[in-house]
């Protein structure tokens, strides 16, 4: 099972990135899909899910009305799209697959919003 996350980098306070992350090993369209945040220091949150049909979908407050997250069950790939980012949004971001008791995560990538 592997779960990898891509997309992450530098980027100015009120740019946009759209992370990626690409499942294998498991029947992703069976999963609900969850990116998380965390930041140094802080707990893990989560930031927005999706189910594995697609069709509900949920965000954290801070993020909601910027972030959107979308999949592709056709290419086992789950997105961010991350609009007018600010430096609170600075944090490493995981990729989390659920179904029932079965969970995946993957390893993180970097986000920084810094001018």
């Known amino acids: 099972v592997q779960l990898v996350e891509s997309g992450g980098g530098l980027v100015q306070p009120g740019g946009s990135l759209r992370l990626s992350c690409a499942a294998s090993g498991f029947s992703f369209s069976n999963y609900d899909m969850r990116w998380w945040r965390q930041a140094p220091g802080n707990e893990r949150v989560r930031v927005a899910t999706i189910t594995n049909s697609g069709t509900i979908y949920n965000y954290a407050d801070s993020v909601k009305g910027r972030f959107t997250i979308s999949r592709d069950n056709a290419k086992n790939t789950v997105y961010l799209q991350m609009n007018s980012l600010k430096p609170e949004d600075t944090a490493v971001y995981y990729c989390?697959?659920?179904?029932?008791?079965?969970?995946?995560w993957g390893q993180g990538t970097q986000v920084t919003v810094s001018s």
């Open positions: 989390h697959a659920r179904r029932l008791s079965d969970e995946y």
